[in-house]
């Protein structure tokens, strides 16, 4: 794997888990709404743009288990971390939604 395939997975991982961060958000202000529905609609379209980052994620991983020497470079860290704060951010979320609807 060349540098700019490694930068252009690297990309893809940050693009979808920022767009999944984003929908995560809109589902905070659904609830904030009491719109438990939508916020329950945004948290799967926000899965859905995890699974494509993680999906270029396992790519590499997949490369690399078939003995693919990857350089990581400080782009990957960054795509890395944007992923899982991404993920816990979404769990966290999930929570969250369960709790507003006890309150409400």
Do not use: P, W
Not at 60 to 74: D, N, P, R, S
């Amino acid at each position: 794997m060349n540098q700019e395939e490694l930068q252009v997975a690297a990309f893809e991982i940050i693009l979808n888990s920022g767009n999944s961060r984003s929908i995560v958000h809109e589902a905070f202000d659904a609830m904030r709404e009491g719109d438990f529905e939508l916020a329950e609609a945004k948290l799967q379209e926000s899965n859905e743009e995890l699974l494509k980052a993680h999906q270029a994620q396992t790519k590499l991983l997949q490369e690399y288990a078939g003995g693919t020497e990857i350089k990581i470079e400080i782009i990957m860290v960054h795509a890395q971390d944007h992923l899982m704060t991404t993920m816990t951010l979404r769990e966290v979320a999930l929570e969250m939604l369960e709790l507003y609807k006890k309150i409400n």
